[in-house]
């Protein structure tokens, strides 16, 4: 089923339901999700019965449960995403997806596409193109990276990557240049935004090339940062995004100790992926020793897990297994 189907379907779906159960549904989602279903649910002026009908036996109800959809959908709308959403949220999504206007601050540049707020903000000074990625969401701060000039996107990186706050002023200024980011007093305390995780969370989705360019021009600034960064962005429970065969090839270089004393510190999701790709035998041996194994501090379970982690980015670097993410290459 093409995804724009899907979209268009769940939009009569929320159209079928009522406001308060819609408002419901959309509450469960993100900004991206509610922007693709309100453009739909905006484009559907009108759906014959017949439609109404299929969209809902899909979704296990008869027709005659279904109630009829609104003519009047722009106030249906109004309601359902003021209702989901609050009244600041809604207004901004409400005037871009009906009037089809532009909306403030850079709440609403999170209903854009990248290559738009790229050419927005592309010529303001890079500590303020930093200060709004590190309000974005760290995908979409990333394509929006990736339409930068190369001087650009490694001057901003390494401005998120040692942005340890933003202070009221400075945020004040960038309200200014971005009408109203923040509305309220003045006294807002320092947000905590910025640092090695929002970076290592951005060049996660970024791609390889651009990737190894960002890192390599922060560890020419300092190393000991550019070191953190590669440390965040592949922590010990990203594990779960090696697929089966990366799994053994990495099981085929942990001691026995080793991967008990990490495992000490996973969650059950990690551990049973891990027992999975052993044999039956071995996955028991080692449920018995990690339920016999007393307490172990937590600062000798992060070294293990570290030292497991240098050899997963060996074993990368080797060409060995893929790393998961949105930023790993295209498998064709």
């Known amino acids: 089923m093409p995804p724009e189907d899907g979209v268009e379907k ?3 779906l929320l159209l079928s ?20 279903l309100g ?26 449960e279904a109630t009829a959809i609104h003519n009047d959908t722009d106030a249906y709308i109004r309601s359902v995403l003021t209702k989901a959403l609050g009244d600041d949220k809604a207004s901004n999504l409400i005037s871009r997806i009906l009037q089809g206007g532009d909306t403030n601050g850079i709440e609403g540049l999170k209903w854009m596409d990248a290559p738009t707020v790229a050419d927005l903000i592309k010529n ?35 401005r998120i990557a040692t942005l340890e706050g933003i202070q009221p002023s400075a945020l004040k200024e960038l309200n200014d240049v971005m009408l109203r980011l923040l509305s309220g007093s ?15 969370e951005i060049l996660n989705f970024i ?14 600034y300092d190393p000991e940062l550019a070191q953190k960064i590669l440390d965040e962005m592949f922590v010990f429970e990203n594990l779960l995004d090696l697929d089966d065969r990366g799994i053994q090839l990495l099981l085929r270089e942990i001691q026995s100790d080793s991967l008990i004393l990490a495992l000490k510190g ?10 999975k790709n052993m044999s039956q035998r071995a996955a028991e041996m080692l449920r018995e020793d990690l339920e016999s194994r007393g307490p172990v501090r937590l600062s000798e379970v992060e070294a293990e897990q570290k030292e497991i982690l240098k050899i997963v980015r060996r074993l990368a670097d080797e060409g060995q297994i893929v790393l998961g993410g949105a930023g790993g290459e295209e498998m064709i």
Request: aromatic share 4%; net charge negative; hydrophobic share 40%.
């Open 124 to 158: 303001e000074h890079p500590q303020i193109v930093a200060t709004i990625l590190v309000h974005l969401e760290p995908d979409q701060g990333s394509e929006i990276l990736n339409y930068f000039t190369e001087r650009l996107r490694n001057d901003v990186v390494l």
């Open 10 to 12: 769940s939009a009569i």
């Open 266 to 275: 996973a969650t059950e999701p990690l551990r049973e992926k891990i027992f």
């Open 207 to 220: 791609g390889t090339a651009n990737e190894t360019s960002v890192v390599d021009s922060i560890r020419e």
């Open 39 to 64: 453009h739909a649910m905006a484009l559907l002026k009108s759906v014959p019965r017949t439609r109404v009908e299929e969209v809902l036996s899909e979704f296990q109800h008869t027709a005659r």
């Open 186 to 200: 003045a006294n807002i305390k320092k947000a905590a935004m910025g640092g090695v995780r929002t970076v290592a």
């Open 17 to 36: 339901l009522g406001e308060e159960h819609a408002a419901e549904v959309l509450k469960q989602l993100g900004p991206k999700d509610v922007q693709k």
